[in-house]
């Protein structure tokens, strides 16, 4: 007898998120469970599957860029709830400004799926409010984070599963690589790298005097695209999409967001740089009261204090730079004097922090959801 498949709806936006799916996905497939996907997620990332929507036209920037999408994404919505019902599990990724409208459409029907909630909001930094209406519209909620569990109401179905970076970065220095390469990493949105890869590409131009070759990661989202059209002149950097290429470099300068949690992990020096449209970057400032920005930054600032209010006594584990502070000659001089001891003996840290990967324990979830209503 034909075993009945698994029928899973994803709602992945982010580029991050898509990311951690593709290795969820293989891990399924790894545990050799029957599934069938459908719903609005990244096919550049996941070719083997199909969505009905494709999340590229969705990946904008900023407060304006949302607006802007607001009548389209309410439309997606009601077509998403009704593809949804026909499934067994429903799967959603970050994006909660999105994610959370359609999960109460999809509740509206008589018999919704299961639904789960992977990569959870950032109610630590700001609109706090989103756990409590998570914990009443969720069947489960999966924590990423061994800290988010102090800021959900105690009837939230909420389980620290691991951090999913832990299972995807290849390697993990634990001292200093002099390889006499630097990696860039500007971003994964056209207007990051609009507002940070001419400032890289400076940087790059005056280190290269100094024998220090240029490693620019594209994101495999562009695999096709005219990359001069995005990025300019790329005569400076030798390109690639591939994280392994990571292993060669001795230092990164990264746009800030997960990319910088990544290198961080990998044991790569970073540097952080966050440059955004000034009313974007002043409606962020008035909404997120953090010491920080950078992920490793607060996760190391939560492991030592258990809030978010005290600043770190050492230096933070990378530096941050945003807005008027990222220019060549600042970036620069914080790579002179980058404290390399003290950055591996924090990586270490955050490593012991995070404890896990997290694909294990989601396949191992989905697999006895499976089991118990499938079969």
Same mark, same amino acid.
């Given at each position: 007898?034909?075993?009945?498949?698994?029928?899973?709806?994803?709602? @992945?936006?982010?580029?991050?998120? +898509? $990311?951690?799916?593709?290795?969820? #996905?293989?891990?399924?497939? +790894?545990?050799?469970?029957?599934?069938?996907?459908?719903?609005?997620? &990244?096919?550049?990332?996941n070719p083997q599957y199909q969505s009905d929507f494709s999340s590229n036209e969705f990946r904008i920037m900023g407060f304006i860029g949302v607006l802007k999408l607001i009548p389209r994404l309410l439309k997606l919505k009601s077509q998403l709830a009704k593809i949804a019902q026909d499934c067994d599990i429903a799967l959603f990724m970050d994006s909660s400004s999105f994610?959370?409208?359609?999960?109460?459409?999809?509740?509206?029907?008589?018999?919704?799926?299961? !639904? !789960?909630?992977?990569?959870?909001?950032?109610?630590?930094?700001?609109?706090?409010?989103?756990? *409590?209406?998570? @914990?009443?519209?969720? &069947?489960?909620?999966?924590?990423?984070?061994p800290f988010e569990r102090?800021?959900?109401?105690?009837?939230?179905? %909420?389980?620290?599963?691991?951090?999913?970076?832990?299972?995807?970065?290849?390697?993990?220095?634990?001292?200093?690589?002099? =390889?006499? =390469?630097?990696?860039? #990493?500007?971003?994964?949105r056209k207007s990051e790298i609009k507002s940070l890869f001419p400032i890289f590409r400076e940087i790059a131009k005056i280190l290269r005097k100094q024998n220090k070759q240029a490693l620019l990661i594209i994101p495999k989202t562009f695999k096709n @695209? /005219?990359? *001069? *059209? $995005?990025?300019?002149?790329?005569?400076?950097?030798?390109?690639?999409? /591939?994280? +392994?290429?990571?292993?060669?470099? *001795?230092?990164?300068?990264?746009?800030?967001?997960?990319?910088?949690?990544?290198? =961080? %992990?990998?044991?790569?020096?970073?540097?952080? @740089?966050?440059?955004?449209?000034? %009313?974007?970057?002043? !409606?962020?400032?008035?909404?997120?009261?953090?010491?920080? !920005?950078? %992920?490793? +930054?607060?996760?190391?600032q939560y492991a030592t204090y258990q809030d978010f209010t005290h600043k770190l006594e050492n230096p933070p584990i990378h530096p941050e730079f945003l807005q008027h502070q990222v220019n060549p000659q600042t970036l620069l001089e914080a790579y002179k004097n980058f404290d390399y001891t003290h950055f591996f003996k924090q990586k270490e840290k955050l490593i012991t922090y995070l404890q896990q990967g997290s694909v294990q324990n989601c396949a191992k979830k989905i697999k006895n959801f499976y089991k118990n209503t499938i079969n």
């Open positions: 007898m034909q075993t009945k498949p698994l029928k899973i709806f994803i709602s @992945a936006l982010e580029y991050s998120s +898509n $990311i951690h799916l593709t290795y969820l #996905l293989d891990e399924l497939q +790894n545990q050799n469970i029957p599934f069938e996907v459908c719903g609005i997620f &990244d096919t550049s990332l994610n959370i409208p359609l999960i109460k459409e999809i509740k509206k029907h008589k018999s919704p799926p299961k !639904i !789960i909630y992977y990569i959870l909001p950032q109610v630590w930094a700001w609109k706090a409010y989103r756990a *409590e209406i998570l @914990a009443q519209i969720c &069947d489960e909620l999966w924590g990423i984070l102090d800021f959900y109401p105690p009837k939230a179905n %909420l389980h620290y599963i691991g951090h999913p970076l832990l299972d995807e970065i290849p390697f993990s220095f634990t001292q200093p690589n002099p =390889t006499q =390469t630097l990696a860039y #990493l500007p971003g994964s @695209a /005219n990359l *001069e *059209e $995005i990025y300019g002149d790329l005569s400076d950097f030798t390109l690639s999409d /591939n994280l +392994n290429s990571l292993q060669k470099c *001795e230092f990164a300068f990264v746009c800030s967001g997960t990319a910088t949690l990544e290198t =961080t %992990l990998m044991g790569i020096p970073t540097i952080l @740089a966050y440059k955004a449209k000034t %009313l974007d970057y002043w !409606i962020a400032k008035s909404l997120v009261k953090l010491q920080y !920005i950078g %992920l490793s +930054n607060l996760f190391l």
